[in-house]
């Protein structure tokens, strides 16, 4: 029994649409009610529009991804009782409409970072980098966060220094137009394109947690949690908090969600299986210090839903989107991993024992070159990665049947 096929969805005026998935063999749909504002209600309304129209190609709305963590939860503003009543509501509808599995992610500000949108592999191919010199001249020089350069050595702030002074104005406002809007204005960002002046609005983020620390921020987490658990487990919903991306402190904010021990202080926080988490592949392997298979092997049981895509980590703490198979992580040993968490879930008669994955990102490709597909997201180059999934589940599920 193989993983559950899932893909990511943007909603109806996604171009990669509903009939395209079932073509694809694609099983389960990874989807959120987009066009909600963050911190309003779902209702059962909206939600069912949504799911009769998935499973009206054979289709399941497998994942909610993601049901998003206002800011004022994070920072645990005056607003937060209301935007957690909205967040209990919301889990109490999904839950009425038969919905399973929400992924959310308590990273401060900005959900994912990467330097470079097209980086060009020897191929042809375009995937996504991460330089950290280059996010250094941005966080140093171009968006002047206030006393940046005390998180980073000397050796980087002169590289940083190099590549600030050597772009052109075109390049610089390209730098901040990827990092503050364009990876983020697609999913639940707090700045969009209709953002004036971007830097300032995000400079104002930022200082929300000026006198939030790592510890402040696991309380936050942990308020929420209190809060929101106990009636995800009523509601019959498995809760996955996803890891940091890139898995390391960045912009001065705290990062609480990036190491097997981050992992374990969630789970222990509130010990019930609704309490769970996202295991993504691309996020967690950007920190050459995280041993994947290890956290399946301790946190298995609690794995509600996979990402699952490479990196190629680089010396100095860069990275580059390297596909589904090949990069830094054997992704072989780790589907192998997750196969058999399911044998064992499904030994133990537990409901949830299949679990669904998507091919998390992809490397644009052929025809993804025709389309604007959002950063991270071209058909072909997913396609790709869904289908080198399937064959590498295929032999490993014959290997297991065989031992």
Same mark, same amino acid.
């Given at each position: 029994?193989?993983?559950?096929?899932?893909?990511?969805?943007?909603?109806?005026?996604?171009?990669?649409? @509903?009939?395209?998935?079932?073509?694809?063999?694609?099983?389960?749909?990874?989807?959120?009610?987009?066009?909600?504002?963050?911190?309003?209600?779902?209702?059962?309304?909206?939600?069912?529009?949504?799911?009769?129209?998935?499973?009206?190609?054979?289709?399941?709305?497998?994942?909610?991804?993601?049901?998003?963590?206002?800011?004022?939860?994070?920072?645990?503003?005056?607003?937060?009782?209301? &935007?957690?009543?909205?967040?209990?509501?919301?889990?109490?509808?999904?839950?009425?409409?038969?919905?399973?599995? #929400?992924?959310?992610?308590?990273?401060?500000?900005?959900?994912?970072?990467?330097?470079?949108?097209?980086?060009? @592999?020897?191929? /042809? /191919?375009?995937?996504?980098?991460?330089?950290?010199?280059?996010?250094?001249?941005?966080?140093?020089?171009?968006?002047?966060?206030?006393?940046?350069?005390?998180?980073?050595?000397?050796?980087?702030?002169? !590289?940083?220094?190099?590549?600030?002074?050597?772009?052109?104005?075109? !390049?610089?406002?390209?730098?901040?137009?990827?990092?503050?809007?364009?990876?983020?204005? *697609?999913?639940?960002?707090?700045?969009?394109?209709?953002?004036?002046?971007?830097?300032?609005?995000?400079?104002?983020?930022?200082?929300?947690?000026?006198?939030? =620390?790592?510890? !402040?921020?696991?309380?936050?987490?942990?308020?929420?949690?209190?809060? #929101?658990?106990?009636?995800?487990?009523?509601?019959?919903?498995?809760?996955?908090?996803?890891?940091?991306?890139?898995?390391?402190?960045?912009?001065? @904010?705290?990062?609480?969600?990036?190491?097997?021990?981050?992992?374990?202080?969630?789970?222990?926080?509130?010990?019930?299986?609704?309490?769970?988490?996202?295991?993504?592949?691309?996020?967690?392997?950007?920190?050459?210090?995280? =041993?994947?298979?290890?956290?399946?092997?301790?946190?298995?049981? %609690?794995?509600? *839903?996979?990402?699952? %895509?490479?990196? !190629?980590? &680089?010396?100095?703490?860069?990275?580059?989107?390297?596909?589904?198979?090949?990069?830094?992580?054997?992704?072989?040993? &780790?589907?192998?991993?997750?196969?058999?968490?399911? %044998?064992?879930?499904?030994?133990?008669?537990?409901?949830?024992?299949?679990?669904?994955?998507?091919?998390?990102?992809?490397?644009?490709?052929?025809?993804?070159?025709?389309?604007?597909?959002?950063? /991270?997201?071209?058909?072909? /180059?997913?396609?790709?990665?869904?289908?080198?999934?399937?064959? @590498?589940?295929?032999?490993?599920?014959?290997?297991?049947?065989?031992?």
């Amino acid at each position: 029994m193989a993983l559950e096929k899932t893909w990511r969805w943007f909603g109806f005026n996604d171009p990669i649409t @509903l009939e395209y998935l079932a073509q694809m063999g694609v099983e389960g749909v990874v989807t959120a009610l987009h066009h909600i504002p963050n911190g309003e209600i779902w209702s059962v309304e909206e939600i069912l529009k949504v799911k009769e129209s998935i499973e009206s190609f054979g289709l399941r709305w497998s994942v909610v991804e993601s049901l998003p963590v206002s800011e004022g939860i994070k920072t645990a503003s005056d607003d937060r009782p209301r &935007l957690i009543a909205n967040y209990k509501q919301s889990l109490k509808n999904l839950g009425l409409c038969g919905i399973d599995t #929400v992924v959310y992610n308590f990273m401060p500000v900005i959900d994912w970072v990467r330097t470079h949108l097209t980086y060009k @592999l020897p191929n /042809g /191919g375009e995937s996504m980098y991460f330089d950290m010199p280059t996010f250094a001249a941005f966080d140093i020089y171009l968006l002047k966060r206030p006393n940046a350069t005390n998180d980073y050595s000397e050796e980087l702030v002169e !590289q940083a220094k190099i590549i600030a002074d050597n772009l052109t104005a075109e !390049q610089a406002d390209a730098l901040v137009h990827n990092i503050i809007v364009v990876t983020q204005g *697609f999913i639940n960002g707090v700045i969009d394109g209709r953002v004036s002046d971007p830097k300032k609005v995000f400079l104002e983020f930022l200082s929300h947690y000026k006198n939030i =620390d790592r510890q !402040q921020l696991r309380e936050n987490l942990k308020a929420f949690l209190d809060e #929101v658990v106990p009636v995800a487990t009523e509601a019959g919903i498995n809760l996955c908090v996803h890891p940091d991306d890139p898995p390391f402190p960045v912009l001065g @904010l705290p990062r609480i969600v990036s190491t097997p021990e981050d992992i374990a202080w969630i789970m222990n926080a509130h010990d019930s299986l609704n309490n769970g988490f996202a295991f993504c592949v691309g996020s967690l392997s950007a920190r050459p210090d995280n =041993d994947l298979e290890s956290i399946i092997k301790e946190f298995g049981h %609690r794995i509600h *839903f996979a990402h699952l %895509r490479n990196t !190629q980590l &680089l010396s100095d703490g860069s990275f580059f989107e390297s596909g589904h198979i090949k990069g830094s992580q054997n992704m072989a040993e &780790l589907v192998k991993l997750l196969l058999i968490e399911q %044998r064992k879930r499904r030994a133990e008669g537990r409901n949830d024992y299949r679990l669904p994955f998507r091919p998390d990102h992809g490397i644009k490709m052929l025809t993804d070159y025709n389309h604007k597909y959002n950063p /991270g997201y071209p058909l072909i /180059g997913r396609l790709k990665g869904l289908a080198e999934m399937e064959g @590498l589940m295929a032999g490993l599920e014959n290997f297991l049947d065989k031992q």
